[in-house]
């Protein structure tokens, strides 16, 4: 079966510098191995990582034991949704590209809000620093 996305269209890669996904496949697939539900295709920010490592999910310090180099702003990343609409509720969202984000999200977070922090990104987005 396919995985689609929250626009009902085919899951779209998120990211493979960092290769990103639960499965570190560079999408945002998920499973029932995926308790998090890292189904959200986010372009990280400063503001986004500084109050993910204020919840206590650091995404910035590198792991590299684990295959994890650290985020910087304008990394893509497959995120859980629990903690994106965390951060959306907290004011501090990262920017989510829909065509890349799990149908299964909506689980959890609201098209609407999803929609709010919509962004179309170039193959590079290393410039964005919002």
């Given at each position: 079966?396919?995985?689609?996305?929250?626009?009902?269209?085919?899951?779209?890669?998120?990211?493979?510098?960092?290769?990103?996904?639960?499965?570190?496949?560079?999408?945002?697939?998920?499973?029932?191995?995926?308790?998090?539900?890292?189904?959200?295709?986010?372009?990280?920010?400063?503001?986004?990582?500084?109050?993910?490592?204020?919840?206590?999910?650091?995404?910035?310090?590198?792991?590299?034991?684990?295959?994890?180099?650290?985020?910087?702003?304008g990394d893509r990343w497959c995120v859980t949704a629990v903690n994106w609409l965390?951060?959306?509720?907290?004011?501090?969202?990262?920017?989510?590209?829909?065509?890349?984000?799990?149908?299964?999200?909506?689980?959890?977070?609201?098209?609407?809000?999803?929609?709010?922090?919509?962004?179309?990104?170039?193959?590079?987005p290393g410039g964005l620093d919002a």
């Amino acid at each position: 079966m396919e995985d689609l996305n929250v626009l009902g269209g085919p899951l779209e890669p998120c990211g493979n510098d960092p290769v990103t996904g639960f499965f570190r496949d560079g999408c945002c697939h998920t499973g029932p191995e995926d308790r998090g539900s890292h189904t959200i295709c986010a372009v990280v920010t400063s503001e986004f990582l500084e109050h993910q490592q204020r919840i206590g999910n650091d995404l910035s310090t590198p792991m590299l034991r684990h295959g994890f180099p650290g985020l910087v702003p304008g990394d893509r990343w497959c995120v859980t949704a629990v903690n994106w609409l965390r951060a959306h509720n907290d004011g501090a969202a990262a920017y989510v590209v829909l065509a890349s984000t799990h149908q299964r999200a909506l689980d959890i977070v609201p098209l609407a809000a999803l929609e709010e922090h919509a962004v179309d990104v170039p193959a590079s987005p290393g410039g964005l620093d919002a």
